[in-house]
């Protein structure tokens, strides 16, 4: 089994910046694939960022040019640097990784952006 702890969420004024981390363990042989996601109250899940294995990132176009999302295989670790935070960026922020055709989340980290 797989477990995801995410951290480095916290309250922050506009154009301030965050980095969040994600902790993968457990039963960890080949990921495929992971990214960050992000829900705001009263909206659905939407995708922030991913990176392949291969290394390939991609962005919601709301944050391109603000986010980067990167990852230290050795520690099974994936970052999301947040720049320039906005308050729609407000929101609880979860992790995901796909391994065999399977599925993963965290318990998810709060991003507050106060205007």
């Known amino acids: 089994q797989v477990q995801l702890v995410e951290s480095g969420g916290g309250l922050v004024q506009a154009g301030g910046s965050l980095r969040l981390s994600c902790a993968a363990s457990?039963?960890?042989?080949?990921?495929?694939?992971m990214g960050w996601y992000r829900q705001a109250p009263g909206k659905q899940r939407e995708l922030v960022a991913t990176?392949?294995?291969?290394?390939?990132?991609a962005y919601a176009d709301s944050v391109r040019g603000r986010f980067t999302i990167s990852r230290d295989n050795a520690k099974n670790t994936l970052y999301l640097q947040m720049n320039g935070l906005k308050p729609e960026d407000t929101a609880v922020y979860y992790c995901?990784?796909?391994?065999?055709?399977?599925?993963?989340w965290g318990q998810g980290t709060q991003v507050t952006v106060s205007s």
């Open positions: 995901r990784l796909t391994m065999f055709r399977k599925e993963y």
């Open positions: 457990g039963s960890i042989f080949s990921i495929d694939a």
């Open positions: 990176i392949t294995d291969g290394g390939s990132t």
